[in-house]
């Protein structure tokens, strides 16, 4: 395959030889860029449904278009697939690839039934193999800085949690307005603050409410609302949707202080981000240097797969499958209002 003769770094390990299963928007506007700014990486071919648009894709990275999927799964060259598809369609590509020898960054959520991302983990390390579920924001060192002032103690005692991630409206015919494909504002976008939640409030968190809104007519969440809580009564809410303004952020309470974190999710790469500190004696912004998140994450896995192959984060994804599965449940006890089916 054509990236496989690229030059190695001097002194580093070969570079994982990567492939990218379908044309997705995450893998061309983050992902490739990513993939090819990390010395680790190499992408060695772009798998798509459709063979022009492997071709256009595969072109802009001089690395080999592939018609299918599972064409890329028999290549021996390959060591590692990313899985950039619909929901849905995760646990089997995932599967699949494990089954072919290939280590796997697989798009959040990896799956959203605890069971099959157990059983996909166990897999891969009956095979010494890495999977890892492809959060980047957790990559971003301002969530360190975050963590750091939290334990010097900014804001006190850790109270609660609020986490927003609201997108406007994507286009028509987009994969989060199919059901069959694993759509929904819940697998799409709650995520991102319930791990937020879940890194900040610890292992024990559990959902305690939740309510959906649902389309009316194509089914999927629009957006929705989640009380969680942990032992000793810490608290957390999320709200997210995707059919509104957009806001990215969260918040922790403690018992002298707030802190915030605007544009928690998607910051822009190359500009400083602001923690935003308040105490009773005033308030305080604390900067934090640039960073790129998505190639942090990418470097993650490619040190993993060279270093560490079971180095792999799976209490935090089979934590989030827990928690998807609790919203649903506390969404199908709440009482019906008018307003829960309403656009
Ligand atoms: N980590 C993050 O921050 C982040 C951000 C955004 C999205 N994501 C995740 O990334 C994944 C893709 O999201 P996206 O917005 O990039 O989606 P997208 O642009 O619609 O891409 C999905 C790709 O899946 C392939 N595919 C295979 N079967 C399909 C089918 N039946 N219908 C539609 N597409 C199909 C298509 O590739 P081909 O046609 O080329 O085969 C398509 O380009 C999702 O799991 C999403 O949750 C993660």
Not at 89 to 115: F, Q, S
Not at 236 to 245: K, L, S
Not at 293 to 306: D, H, I
């Amino acid at each position: 395959m054509n990236g496989r003769s690229a030059v190695t770094p001097p002194g580093g390990p070969e570079p994982v030889r990567i492939a990218v299963l379908g044309c997705a928007d995450i893998a061309r506007r983050r992902m490739l860029p990513a993939f090819a700014a990390d010395p680790g990486s190499r992408v060695v071919a772009v798998a798509s449904r459709d063979a022009s648009k492997a071709r256009d894709l595969a072109g802009r990275y001089g690395c080999e278009p592939v018609t299918g999927y599972a064409q890329v799964l028999a290549d021996p060259g390959v060591e590692a697939v990313y899985v950039p598809l619909p929901v849905s369609l995760h646990a089997e590509w995932i599967e699949r690839a494990l089954r072919a020898g290939k280590h796997v960054l697989g798009e959040k959520p990896l799956t959203p039934d605890a069971g099959v991302t157990q059983r996909l983990f166990a897999l891969a390390r009956s095979r010494g193999l890495v999977l890892a579920e492809n959060f980047m924001w957790p990559y971003h060192r301002r969530h360190r800085r975050v963590r750091e002032l939290l334990a010097d103690g900014a804001i006190g005692e850790l109270r609660g949690f609020t986490g927003e991630f609201t997108i406007p409206a994507p286009p028509p015919g987009n994969i989060r307005y199919r059901p069959e494909l694993g759509g929904g504002a819940l697998l799409d976008i709650a995520v991102h603050p319930l791990l937020a939640a879940w890194l900040h409030l610890g292992p024990e968190l559990e959902v305690r409410g939740a309510r959906l809104r649902r389309h009316p007519v194509h089914g999927v969440d629009t957006g929705g609302a989640v009380l969680l809580s942990a032992p000793g009564g810490t608290t957390a809410q999320v709200v997210f949707g995707m059919e509104h303004a957009y806001r990215s952020a969260y918040e922790l309470c403690g018992s002298e202080g707030r802190l915030r974190v605007e544009r928690a999710y998607a910051p822009a790469a190359g500009h400083p981000t602001v923690i935003r500190l308040e105490r009773p004696n005033g308030s305080q912004e604390v900067t934090v240097e640039s960073d790129d998140q998505y190639l942090n994450a990418v470097r993650a896995f490619s040190l993993a797969v060279r270093n560490a192959p079971n180095d792999l984060r799976e209490d935090q994804s089979l934590a989030l499958a827990r928690l998807l599965a609790g919203v649903h449940a506390a969404d199908a006890t709440a009482p019906a209002t008018a307003s829960a089916t309403t656009p």
